[in-house]
């Protein structure tokens, strides 16, 4: 069924305001879920935070629900979290204090396309264990080597972890692929799915990931402040949590500390109600549009966007990978990437900038310091992009 785009426009009141081509960064909320959390706020001010907050259980329960039936999971292998970021650093953290508490001579392998952040606390822990992080080989379209990877695993391989989307050039990596791969040898998979959740179907079941995360104000177009972690079951049974109050653990009648075992061990006994609201509308509004539907429309204007950038005189994609996803990277020759994105801005058009210290291996290895990113999402038009590429090439001149 074809989307109704003036009405997701309406219904998105960024629309009015800016041509937004950065979703990869953060997407225009719907109005439903601005009004669902500002309608919370209000309740709080008028009935009492706790109040407001018991109220509000099952809506918030249903946030959960709503994130499970995404991913296809269940609503106990769901956490919320303040952001992308720390769901990353809670599951990576959680594990290693569990059953992947690293020991020296231990292997983590991860992609050249993995964040930095992800990247730093990789190789933080593992120094500190007296590990080491070791690169997948890449194929020529830059995405993981599959049959390389096979060639590395041995049973000194603690983790995979894995970006499954690109943030600086848009290939989607072969995410199952890895998933398989990991499950066949008994290795645990974290999956950053930063970028992919929101623009395309993530099945955790059929990717085969042990731990993903992903934040809400990307491609999902929940509130910032947001974030989410499926934690696999068995995986859970054996994890500690790293921040513990009694939102997590309880006492029993001789003092021993009993653990949670179910994903919000992770959480913590306060948090933004208001936030876990605007995300479960969030996700429900892209359920209700159909995850494939968005992934179709998407990937239709990126491909738009792509060619019409190809043909514009001194800009170069950057773009990597079989599969192609909503983020489309460039370069414009003789401009920085920032002087190009500042000009855009006064005229009312979003775009971001990447640079290497987001992704540095894969910026290093390509000869990148800084790239242009142009993220698209339904709400987008074709007449956007036009207006887009037409600044573009008077910039460009």
Known sequence: MAMDIDRLRAETPGCELVRHFNNAGGSLPPRAVLEAVISHLQREALQGPVEAGLA?????????????????????????????????????????????RFRAGDRILTSASEWAGNYIALLDAARAAGATVELIPTSPDGTPDIAALRTLIDDRVRLIALTHVAANGGMVNPAAEVGAIARAAGIPFLL???????QMKVDVAAIGCDMLTAPGRKFLRGPRGTGLVYIRPSLLEKMRPVLVDNSCGTMSESDEIVFARDARMLETNENARALKLGLGVAIRYALALGLDAIEARITDLAATLRRQLAGIGRVTLRDQGRRQSGIVSFTV???????????????????????????????????????????????????????????LRDIAR
Not at 192 to 198: C, F, I, L, T
Not at 344 to 359: D, E, P
């Open 56 to 100: 509000a259980t099952a809506a918030i329960d249903d946030s959960y629900a709503a994130a499970a039936l995404m991913l296809n999971c269940q609503p106990h292998e769901i956490a919320i979290t303040e952001s992308g970021s720390r769901a990353w650093s809670l599951a990576f953290s959680h594990f290693a204090l569990g059953n992947g």
């Open 333 to 391: 020759e003789g401009l920085t990437a920032l002087d190009v994105r500042n000009r855009l801005h006064g005229r009312q058009f979003n775009i971001s900038v990447g640079g290497a210290a987001y992704t540095p291996l894969d910026m290093k290895a390509r000869g990148l310091a800084e790239i242009l990113r142009a993220s698209v999402h339904v709400y987008n038009t074709e007449q956007e992009i036009d207006a887009l590429c037409q600044e």
């Open 192 to 198: 950053d799915a930063a970028q992919s959740v929101g």
